[in-house]
């Protein structure tokens, strides 16, 4: 072979070589990185790439998404595999929270001077239309609640004795509602003072679907006949004042804080009548009193006294099981809940959200809601709770309807105060308990 063909051959080769090294150079290039994935709808969603492209993807796993969860999904483009998460039919808020109160004199735990702790807040968003999703926060003050989308959402926060603690504000101390979309929403810190009822968020100022809200608190929110879920920890108020005439029984409550727990609790006493009218203390018998407290999305008996045999003897329960839910907070409509009950199983479920009771009253106009509880004997029974002010009637299935001749909570007031309960009386039978 001649020495300017060999020269020829072996730059030939050595230009297929380069080539090859060349094509091999721009794919490497050309392999995009996913910055974003969108959801449009079930079946269909857009990914976003570090060059700025976004392409259309219906092609992917699982399909179609599931509904009112996180999903991770993966697809193919330009024969690459992506993966990422997505959710589809939910918005996840999460943050952290942390306590800024300060003790004073209106301070609810007024007696112990100690507050709320970041380990035991419920979190809620409620939407426009009154429906509920709650989570608690964790040992280090961090939650994490899933919700679906129906309206925006403002998020309220209690505490474990079922008392409401702040409403989530921005820096100039407007509540916001936050509009649901198929994302996260990190609030980031969120400092609460349960004293002024507040919750602030840095990050509010940075979300894009935030606007401003005139509900102050609980109380002011609307809630429709056709609302989906409800928590029963708004219409169970927590405050340190509660009281309930019914019959001849009257009911005292108050918020505490239990040293043993370490956590906000709910006490509840019930006196009997020895006269038909009380004139004084002596007219009243301590009957029960009852120790609460709400963890997970439930009412929890702690432990309660009575005098069962009417000896005369106050005993003191054993501490419940923790797994003992009185009442399951929140609530879904059309299923059933089971809770222990003193020792017996009950069945609850939510069944509507009324304007007035079976006999035509309204209780200052506010919104009733009915719990269905079905007992063990099987007979059923209709109890109704108004929004702010708690229960305040009940129906069973002979037909017998009861309701209450008077009830506070908080500032509201409902009925005419008997004229036999006066505030010496009440602080006299408060201090047995």
């Known amino acids: 072979m001649k020495r300017d063909s060999l020269i020829f051959i072996v730059i030939l080769i050595l230009g297929i070589i380069l080539v090859g090294c060349s094509d091999d150079s721009s794919n490497i290039s050309e392999k995009l990185i996913l910055s974003n994935l969108k959801v449009i709808d079930a079946e269909t969603l857009e990914a976003e790439f570090n060059d700025g492209s976004k392409i259309e993807i219906t092609d992917f796993t699982p399909k179609p998404l599931p509904e009112a969860q996180e999903t991770e999904v993966s697809f193919l483009y330009n024969k690459l595999e992506y993966k990422a998460n997505v959710i589809y039919g939910a918005t996840i808020f999460s943050g952290n929270v942390n306590m800024s109160s300060k003790l004073n004199s209106n301070n609810m735990a007024m007696s112990t001077g100690v507050l709320t702790t970041a380990t035991d807040v419920s979190i809620m968003a409620v939407d426009e239309l009154g429906n509920v999703y709650s989570t608690d926060t964790d040992s280090n003050?961090?939650?994490?609640?899933?919700?679906?989308?129906?309206?925006?959402?403002?998020?309220?926060?209690?505490?474990?004795?079922?008392?409401?603690?702040?409403?989530?504000?921005?820096?100039?101390?407007?509540?916001?509602?936050?509009?649901?979309?198929?994302?996260?929403?990190?609030?980031?810190?969120?400092?609460?003072?349960?004293?002024?009822?507040?919750?602030?968020?840095?990050?509010?100022?940075?979300?894009?679907?935030?606007?401003?809200?005139?509900?102050?608190?609980?109380?002011?929110?609307?809630?429709?006949?056709?609302?989906?879920?409800?928590?029963?920890?708004?219409?169970?108020?927590?405050?340190?004042?509660?009281?309930?005439?019914?019959?001849?029984?009257?009911?005292?409550?108050?918020?505490?804080?239990?040293?043993?727990?370490?956590?906000?609790?709910?006490?509840?006493?019930?006196?009997?009548?020895?006269?038909?009218?009380?004139?004084?203390?002596?007219?009243?018998?301590?009957?029960?009193?009852?120790?609460?407290?709400?963890?997970?999305?439930?009412?929890?008996?702690?432990?309660?006294?009575?005098?069962?045999?009417?000896?005369?003897?106050?005993?003191?329960?054993?501490?419940?099981?923790?797994?003992?839910?009185?009442?399951?907070?929140?609530?879904?409509?059309?299923?059933?809940?089971?809770?222990?009950?003193?020792?017996?199983?009950?069945?609850?479920?939510?069944?509507?959200?009324?304007?007035?009771?079976?006999?035509?009253?309204?209780?200052?106009?506010?919104?009733?809601?009915?719990?269905k509880l079905t007992m063990p004997s099987g007979d059923i029974r209709y109890s109704y709770f108004a929004k702010g002010i708690g229960f305040v009637a009940f129906k069973n299935t002979e037909g017998t309807f009861d309701q209450v001749d008077y009830a506070r909570a908080g500032k509201e007031v409902y009925g005419i105060n008997p004229d036999w309960f006066t505030t010496e009386l009440e602080e006299n039978l408060r201090s047995k308990f």
């Open 141 to 371: 003050g961090n939650f994490e609640l899933l919700t679906v989308p129906d309206a925006p959402y403002v998020i309220i926060f209690m505490n474990s004795a079922g008392q409401y603690i702040g409403i989530l504000k921005d820096n100039n101390e407007d509540t916001v509602k936050i509009t649901a979309s198929n994302q996260r929403v990190d609030l980031g810190e969120i400092s609460i003072d349960e004293v002024a009822q507040r919750a602030i968020s840095e990050n509010v100022k940075s979300l894009n679907n935030v606007e401003t809200s005139s509900i102050e608190d609980p109380d002011a929110i609307t809630y429709t006949s056709d609302v989906n879920s409800i928590n029963s920890m708004l219409f169970l108020p927590s405050t340190s004042n509660i009281a309930q005439v019914l019959g001849k029984e009257l009911i005292l409550g108050k918020v505490d804080y239990s040293v043993e727990l370490n956590k906000p609790i709910f006490i509840e006493a019930s006196f009997k009548y020895t006269v038909d009218t009380p004139v004084s203390a002596d007219d009243l018998i301590l009957n029960r009193v009852d120790y609460f407290y709400y963890k997970d999305n439930s009412k929890y008996l702690w432990k309660y006294k009575d005098d069962e045999d009417g000896n005369g003897a106050f005993e003191e329960s054993e501490i419940h099981n923790p797994n003992d839910v009185v009442m399951p907070a929140l609530m879904e409509r059309n299923k059933e809940y089971t809770a222990d009950v003193y020792g017996d199983d009950w069945i609850y479920n939510f069944e509507e959200i009324i304007d007035t009771l079976p006999n035509d009253n309204s209780i200052n106009e506010k919104e009733i809601m009915v719990l």
